[in-house]
């Protein structure tokens, strides 16, 4: 994989969108934010929402990365 990679990994939530981009060196610190928004009463963020996408970034960082710049994971729609 290129250092120049891109993650995107994208949550949306009714009307609200949480977007991450983070390169691999940042993956821990990615990890971090999704348990500080989960934490965090004034956003619908929630601490499932953290597991989900957790689990999401720990498969891409164990899957063979596509050739390209940009790798887009699926968009999760969650209503509550």
């Known amino acids: 994989m290129n250092d120049d990679d891109i993650n995107v990994l ?5 009307r609200e969108r949480y ?3 983070y390169d691999d060196s940042q993956r821990a610190e990615a990890l971090r934010i999704l348990g500080r928004y989960a934490s965090n009463p004034e956003l619908s963020f929630s601490w499932y929402d953290a597991a989900v996408l957790s689990q999401k970034i720990r ?17 999760l729609d969650f209503e509550e």
Request: net charge positive; charged share 20%.
């Open 10 to 14: 994208a949550l949306v939530k009714g």
């Open 19 to 21: 977007i991450f981009l």
């Open 59 to 75: 498969q891409m960082s164990t899957e063979s990365k596509p050739k390209n710049r940009i790798s887009l994971t699926q968009q």
